[in-house]
């Protein structure tokens, strides 16, 4: 018999059963009630949000009202910044001197017969200081057309992978881009293959520009600078070398890479090369084009143009006399709009 007082081994684990339960019990009911709060925390602070002046869109502003005075200020200010803006950009263009010289009509040379190479002959009325940047200008050729740009594969281009061609249509292939199978690659002892992936394909790389220019000044062989001419974008993006018995030319070609980069405008005019002297008044400049590029089934013509560039770029009068203008317009409406204010108080006296 179990005496009174005495603890009950058996009824230890009801006990503490029945403890847990509690113990859980509480901690949901604890849980309860702190999320009850932290939700009337948010509804309070969404109220306090929603009622806000900001949302309200009762923020106190400041809204200046227009005197006859400050905008006379205004214009005035306005209308003799833009034309000493103006000025100043008209004074740079002046400082840019180029000369264009047309060598469409020079014998085309396609590889097949001897040709006599081209030449151009030019005296400079003006000096052109260096450096002398040398461009070429294709008048006819609609390099922004939606279907030609879109016709190359950047995958091809970046080496990422050598035989893509999805973008390429029209000129997938080496026959497709006008290469026979005696056309040599890159590495000159492998011939192309007609039905062959182009390397680089398209309609862009097809019509890559290959002609070339030796100068000659004052009867003294000048060298061209044909390094980094492309933009540094382009190098680091198409700087991989794909395989070269493929190549039907070199993809980190900084000739190529300016071509691959498109004009925004028609007539695209493309950089060369530059040469790195002063060209003075009266300077003979003998030029020996390897003229190569077609421009017949177009109708379109060709120019080398020899020019300097300023801080703002090279020659352009529109941008300084657009400025001028904007700023005469500006200084006529701080005239205008005072004789037109007192007009107007003239006539309410009258009435």
Same mark, same amino acid.
């Given at each position: ?7 009950? @081994?058996?009824?230890?684990p009801q006990?503490?059963s029945?403890? #847990?339960?509690?113990?859980k019990? !509480?901690?949901?009911k604890?849980?309860?009630v702190e999320?009850?709060?932290q ?5 309070r602070?969404y109220?306090?949000?929603?009622q806000s ?5 009762n ?6 009202v227009?005197t006859?005075?400050?905008?006379i ?6 209308g003799?910044?833009?034309i000493i803006l103006?000025i100043v950009l008209?004074?740079y263009s ?10 469409t009509d020079?014998?085309l040379?396609d590889?097949?017969? @001897?040709?006599?190479p081209c ?12 450096p002398?940047?040398?461009?070429y ?22 080496g990422?992978?050598?035989n #893509?061609?999805?973008?390429?249509? @029209?000129?997938e ?8 199978n005696?056309?040599?690659?890159i ?7 007609g039905?062959?992936? #182009?390397?680089?394909c398209?309609?862009m790389?097809?019509?890559f520009f ?5 100068f ?10 044909q ?11 198409y ?5 070269r ?11 190529f890479?300016?071509?691959?980069r ?6 695209? !005019? ?6 790195n002297?002063?060209l003075k ?6 030029i020996?084009?390897?003229?190569k590029?077609?421009?017949? @089934?177009?109708?379109g013509?060709?120019?080398?143009i020899l020019s ?7 020659k352009n ?5 657009s400025?001028i203008?904007?700023?005469a317009?500006?200084?006529i409406?701080?005239?205008v709009?005072?004789?037109g204010?007192?007009y107007?108080?003239?006539k309410?006296?009258?009435?």
């Open positions: 018999m179990i005496q009174e007082g005495q603890n009950n @081994p058996v009824g230890e006990s503490e029945k403890l #847990a339960g509690l113990s019990a !509480k901690r949901i604890t849980k309860m999320e009850n709060k939700n009337d925390d948010e509804d602070i109220e306090q949000v929603k002046r900001f949302k309200q869109q923020l106190p502003a400041w809204r200046p227009p006859i005075l400050s905008i200020i205004v214009f005035a200010a306005f003799i910044l833009f103006g008209l004074v002046a400082k840019v001197h180029s000369v264009e010289v047309d060598y020079c014998k040379d590889g097949t017969t @001897p040709i006599i030449t151009r002959t030019i005296t400079l009325e003006e000096d052109i200081d260096a002398v940047f040398v461009y200008q294709l008048i006819g050729f609609f390099q922004n057309s939606r279907r030609y740009v879109k016709s190359k594969e950047t995958d091809q281009l970046t990422d992978d050598i #893509a061609h999805d973008n390429c249509e @029209p000129a292939t080496n026959s497709e881009m006008g290469f026979a005696d056309k040599k690659a590495d000159e002892n492998t011939n192309l293959i039905n062959n992936i #182009a390397v680089p398209g309609l790389a097809k019509t290959n002609d070339s220019f030796e000659t000044i004052n009867s003294v062989s000048t060298e061209v600078d390094t980094n001419i492309a933009f540094a974008k382009d190098k680091d993006l700087d991989k070398e794909p395989d018995t493929k190549q039907w030319t070199r993809i980190t070609d900084e000739h890479l300016v071509w691959m498109p004009s925004g405008l028609p007539n695209p !005019k493309k950089l060369w090369g530059r040469i002297k002063d008044q009266g300077d003979n400049i003998v020996n084009i390897n003229n590029y077609n421009v017949t @089934p177009y109708g013509k060709k120019k080398i300097n560039a300023t801080k703002f770029g090279g009068k529109f941008l300084g006399i400025y203008v904007v700023g317009l500006s200084i409406c701080a005239v709009f005072p004789i204010y007192k107007q108080q003239n309410e006296k009258d009435l």
